[in-house]
């Protein structure tokens, strides 16, 4: 069993037993995070399609924890006039372990 899930402006595909990284979410470490906008289910039964979402669907989840990501950096410049400009960025997220898949 799996669904497709949005969170944060991304959509992920996740299963009972994932562990996957959202958009920093604002919970504490060991809470209960229930996802509610659930775009696809897929079971033995059968895949069910959301219009945009599945109703009464939820992915329960708990929450594992903060964090930030690998660091990115951005660097500008314009050739021959003396300018430059170095910025780095690192991404925060929050890490969810994924316990179960609820449908309707």
């Known amino acids: 069993m799996y669904a497709v899930v949005r969170s944060g402006g991304k959509q992920l595909r996740v299963s009972p037993g994932d562990i996957v990284s959202v958009e920093k979410l604002p919970v504490e470490a060991g809470t209960t995070v229930e996802l509610t906008e659930v775009l696809l289910v897929s079971s033995d ?60």
């Not at 660097?75 to 960025?89: S, T, V």
């Open 45 to 104: 039964g059968g895949t069910t399609v959301g219009t945009p979402t599945v109703p009464n669907a939820k992915v329960v989840c708990r929450s594992l924890g903060d964090g930030k990501g690998k660091k990115i950096v951005i660097y500008k410049y314009k050739r021959r006039k003396g300018y430059a400009r170095k910025q780095g960025h690192r991404q925060p997220f929050t890490k969810l372990s994924v316990q179960e898949i609820r449908v309707g």
